[in-house]
């Protein structure tokens, strides 16, 4: 039952999906939406701009038609005065074609936004295939598109043929009215009857737009195993990541150790803790831990400091409050000052009796660590 559960679409698809869906030119779209704002667009501009289109309009009949006995003998100047009527007649549909321009690019928008992909252009061999083509056919998706395009052309034709047969007795009643003043009066019939036809459409598309949405995001749905393998190619795989870390551990232990030679000295437990201390007068405001480690490199902290002859004490105490409290190239904190001052004082002696003759100073002992420093040996 696990298996199969896995093998199920039942996550939601990830940020990575959706972007990578975008990038093969799968975006949501909504042809009815496309529909409904191109024909309202339409019924807009026409209802809008009506009269400028049909003065012009009139303007260039007149001019294209009035006959002039020069231009009917002359074919540049009929050719000529021909071009200009096609190139008005144009300039009075720009602002129309415009709307419509308009409207194409922003509809989009409302969904998937606009996007441009060149994969959406490479060929699909398998969208080629009959068994697919019969599959896709006889599929789900087939199936409510077939009750969306006969609920839309009931709908759309019930509109229309109610608001036909409610305007009727208007239309005909024009056949007495004068041929200028019906004339207007039919283009407002037939623009006010197109607009609550095209205006039908928003039903359409209020239903289209959830159910595009829906699909959409169902046809990208990830299975367990899908999102697992996502998450390994996102984060790296887990025994690529660790080999990394090791490496990264074994590169900062490597510089850690190159610091131990310019220790002062390092401070022991004595076997279970190293810690090496550094301060440079004038340019540090406290000693610095230059290198620290428990066990092996600690052990391997006091080899290199006994081959660059490096002093080293057993301070159990300090050494396990500088291995918990510091960092490493962090200064140590004010409450162990005077341990740590105590010996650098040590250090400096031991400097001094190379030098000179006498007995071997001796380590300090009972070095001070406040309580709140303090780690107890147990939990070390």
């Known amino acids: 039952m696990s298996e199969e559960s896995d093998l199920e679409k039942t996550e939601p698809a990830s940020p990575r999906r959706l972007e990578k869906a975008r990038e093969e030119g799968q975006v949501v779209r909504s042809r009815e939406l496309g529909t409904f704002v191109m024909l309202m667009t339409g019924v807009f501009g026409l209802w809008a701009m009506g009269g400028t289109l049909g003065r012009k309009l009139d303007a260039v009949m007149h001019a294209s038609l009035a006959f002039e006995p020069a231009t009917a003998f002359d ?4 050719l ?4 200009v009527a096609i190139w008005e007649s144009l300039l009075t549909f720009l602002p129309l074609l415009l709307m419509f321009g308009v409207a194409a690019l922003v509809a989009p928008l409302a969904l998937g936004g606009w996007m441009f992909s060149t994969k959406s252009f ?8 009959p068994l697919a083509g019969l599959g896709r056919m006889f599929s789900a998706q087939s199936l409510v598109e077939l009750v969306k395009a006969i609920a839309k052309s009931l709908l759309v034709g019930g509109v229309g043929a109610w608001m036909v047969w409610r305007k ?9 009215a004068p041929v200028q003043e019906a004339l207007l009066h039919m283009i407002d019939l037939v623009l006010y009857v197109s607009g609550v036809v095209a205006g039908s459409l928003l039903l359409v598309a209020a239903l289209d737009v959830p159910w595009q ?9 990830m299975t367990k195993e899908e999102v697992k393998q996502e998450q390994k190619e996102t984060d790296g795989d887990p025994h690529i990541k660790a080999r990394i870390r090791q490496q990264q551990r074994a590169i900062a232990r490597r510089r850690m150790m190159a610091e131990v030679p310019k220790a002062d000295v390092v401070v022991t437990n004595p076997t279970h803790y190293a810690v090496a201390l550094r301060y440079e007068e004038g340019r540090m405001s406290a000693p610095r831990v230059v290198a620290k480690g428990a066990e092996e490199v600690a052990a391997r902290i006091r080899e290199l400091a006994a081959e660059h002859r490096v002093p080293v004490l057993s301070a159990p105490p300090l050494a396990r409050a500088l291995h918990r409290h510091v960092e490493l190239g962090q200064e140590i904190p004010a409450g162990l000052y005077t341990a740590v ?8 002696q031991l400097k001094n009796w190379h030098y000179s003759y006498g007995p071997q100073p001796d380590g300090p002992k009972e070095l001070l660590v406040p309580d709140e420093l303090a780690v107890p040996e147990n939990r070390a």
């Open 75 to 78: 074919t540049n100047r009929m």
């Open 80 to 83: 000529s005065q021909f071009g």
């Open 122 to 129: 490479a060929p699909d061999f398998k969208r080629m295939s």
């Open 168 to 176: 009727l007795p208007e239309a005909v009643a024009l056949m007495n």
């Open 213 to 221: 949405l829906y699909s959409f995001y169902k046809k990208l749905r």
């Open 341 to 348: 001052a105590e010996i650098l004082a040590w250090v400096y």
